[in-house]
């Protein structure tokens, strides 16, 4: 952490909670002959508590017993959660032996598969925008009949039954935020949901709301304030981006890397493997689980890390000593390390 100068954090459990809450009251529904409850109950079946997933538990634990989730029904096939698709999903038969799938998910991933009528459309990307100012992420429920009776069937035509508003609190860390901006420290927040909500999240944690969609990172953003930017330079300006896949957060670090900035990346979900695997990124999971202080000589103590300091002249500087004499023993070009590599005895550059 000490000597980084950008950061980049995913958003969902890591500024912010990942602890949702609903108001009931907030929910909408747009299927004929069905209520609230209904809308709940059908998020609840496209819903898995075994695989931990918060969003998951969340809606099963809305129900007043997480059996009623799988009640009257036997299930034939479940999608889970993956960060390419996103929706979940659930195929089923009924006690009449009539097949039946309900999907539920972000809005993007799945409003786009329905043929909405005009009007149910605007009302829909209304209520979307609606939440999303208010900080609360939407998650479409829809269903389908499956009249040929096989899991592998595309079914019958999509019915948009509702939407769920999501909130989700952030974390008590706008302090910590502060205290690293003072530090020069530029934190950018790299996420899935929608601007809107960035862009709330970002106001609320003090962390600025100069954010962009994904597709600005392709060059298809229509804002002609940063039309003309290089891709380089607008990841290097922004405060975070939205909407965005594992492959653009891999984009986003590498680009940053290139411009010579030491990167440091938070995230504690599959969506942040990619990224969090590069060699030469900084994986803080700390961030997520612990108090930042706690990384501070403040924090551990001076006994802990007169500790680490030993551990490193002990182990570390020997060890670069021998490759140095090692390299030089080989080649007799060890000081070529040293003056033009500007690197301390070691063949390995570290590209900042």
Known sequence: MAGIDVLCSDKTGTLTLNKLTVDKSLVEVFAKDVDKDTVLLYGARASRVEN???????????????????????EIHFLPFNPVEKPTAITFTDTS??????????????????????DVSKRAHSSIDKFAECGLRSLVVAQQTIPEKTKESPGGPWEFVGLLPLFDPPHDSAETIHRALHLDVNIKMITGDQLAIGKETGRRLGMGTNMYPSSSLLGQHKDEAIVHLPVEELIETADGFVGVFPEHKYEIVQKLQERKHICGMTGDGVNDAPVLKRPISIATFIAVYADWDFV?????????AGVIWLYNIIFYIPLDLFKFLIRYAISGKGWNNLIDSRVCHSMIKIAC
Not at 97 to 118: C, D, S, T, V
Not at 296 to 304: A, K, M, P, Q, R
């Open 296 to 304: 501070s000589v403040h924090g551990i103590g001076w006994g802990w």
């Open 97 to 118: 032996g009539n097949w039946h799938r309900i999907r539920k998910g972000a809005p993007e991933q799945i409003i786009e598969i329905f043929n909405l009528k005009e």
């Open 52 to 74: 931990q997933d918060a969003i998951d538990a969340f809606i099963v634990g809305m129900l007043s017993d997480p059996k009623e989730a799988r009640a009257g029904i036997n």
